[in-house]
């Protein structure tokens, strides 16, 4: 990190908080909802066609394994943009500490204005 002092409350916004524990949702959520809904729709598609549900059950290991692996690889690469993305706003803005003054704080009582009920 930089040696700024100016600059470690833009820097730590953007630092992960390493206490942050993702839920079972986000971690597992598209790399297997994403797969059974492809087995459903085969299983619809099926259905829609008058066969049995699970008739042709190649098309559904198929689409179960590709769906799986285009999702993985999607999470993958939106991970790595995240990253490469919050590694260069770091960058600007040790490279640009005089565009990130820090902000003063307020009380909520002087960021609303002032309200009059209109009865």
């Given amino acids: 990190m930089a040696d700024n002092p100016d600059i470690q409350w833009a820097l730590k916004i953007l630092t992960p908080d390493p206490d ?3 839920s079972y949702y986000e971690k597992y959520g ?3 909802g994403i797969p ?3 087995v ?3 299983c619809f598609r099926n259905r829609f066609l008058g066969k049995p549900a699970f008739s042709g059950i190649q098309v559904h290991i198929i689409s179960a394994l590709l769906s799986f692996v285009a999702t993985y690889k999607v999470t993958e690469f939106m991970k790595n943009r995240n990253a490469e993305r919050d590694q260069m706003l770091r960058h600007y803005v040790m ?3 005089e565009d990130f003054p820090e902000p003063e704080r307020k009380k909520w009582g002087e ?3 002032k309200w009059y009920p209109h009865r």
């Fill in 20 to 22: 942050y524990e993702p």
């Fill in 30 to 32: 598209p790399i297997v």
């Fill in 36 to 38: 059974l809904s492809f």
């Fill in 40 to 42: 459903g729709g085969a």
């Fill in 95 to 97: 490279l640009h500490p």
């Fill in 111 to 113: 960021v609303f204005e």
